[in-house]
T-cell receptor
Framework: GESVGLHLPTLSVQEGDNSIINCAYS??????FIWYKQESGKGPQFIID?????DKRQGQRVTVLLNKTVKHLSLQIAATQPGDSAVYFC???????????FGKGTTLSVSS | KAGVTQTPRYLIKTRGQQVTLSCSPI?????VSWYQQTPGQGLQFLFE???????NKGNFPGRFSGRQFSNSRSEMNVSTLELGDSALYLC???????????FGEGSWLTVV
């Protein structure tokens, strides 16, 4: 079946470090992936997305890398700030394009 | 541009009761989907609507239902509430198939 998972449940970094959050997916036919940030008490917030015809996509301080060969996705956050502390989810869109399949999330803790 | 709006934000219900949650999508978005988030199961897809038609449904019992109105607003209903239904219920919207999905802040349901 389809599933999306994350490698680590928690990640602790120092302010100013670069953070890398990883995600593995199982459906090789998936062609759209999204990273979300969820702060305590709030809904998931869109960060960045990538389609399967790309290997890399950059946003403001964030980069998503997609390795289709090993079905791996990563989110890189440059110069991590305390405000980046949250739970990060990768999500895979189903083949119908109507629903997301989420991994279990990685809690990023940034200390100053 | 207003985001996805959900009401109520918090509610407490008793086992056996039923509950209705409301969602207003981002203006212009015609696809509305619902997700349940719990600590144990994570984020799970409930159902998706487009132009008042349910196009996709997740693996939830029939006690969970929804509908979409002609103005794209949506409601979901849970009947005969069980303690295990306590969760954050998230509504999301998008322009349509294969487009980015944006989430609201959620409705926190506690069943006692």
């Amino acid at each position: 079946g389809e599933s999306v998972g994350l490698h680590l449940p928690t990640l602790s970094v120092q302010e100013g470090d670069n953070s890398i959050i990883n995600c593995a997916y199982s459906n090789s036919a998936s062609d759209y992936f999204i990273w979300y940030k969820q702060e305590s008490g709030k809904g998931p917030q869109f960060i960045i997305d990538i389609r399967s015809n790309m290997d890399k996509r950059q946003g403001q301080r964030v980069t998503v890398l997609l390795n289709k060969t090993v079905k791996h996705l990563s989110l890189q956050i440059a110069a991590t700030q305390p405000g980046d502390s949250a739970v990060y989810f990768c999500a895979e869109m189903n083949q119908a394009g109507t629903a997301l399949i989420f991994g279990k999330g990685t809690t990023l803790s940034v200390s100053s | 541009k207003a985001g996805v709006t959900q009401t109520p934000r918090y509610l407490i219900k008793t086992r056996g009761q039923q509950v209705t949650l409301s969602c207003s999508p981002i203006s212009g978005h015609r696809s509305v989907s619902w997700y349940q988030q719990t600590p144990g199961q994570g984020l799970q897809f409930l159902f998706e609507y487009f132009s008042e038609t349910q196009r996709n449904k997740g693996n939830f019992p029939g006690r969970f239902s929804g509908r979409q109105f002609s103005n794209s607003r949506s409601e979901m209903n849970v009947s005969t509430l069980e303690l295990g239904d306590s969760a954050l219920y998230l509504c999301a919207s998008s322009l349509g198939v294969g487009n980015t999905i944006y989430f609201g802040e959620g409705s926190w349901l506690t069943v006692v």
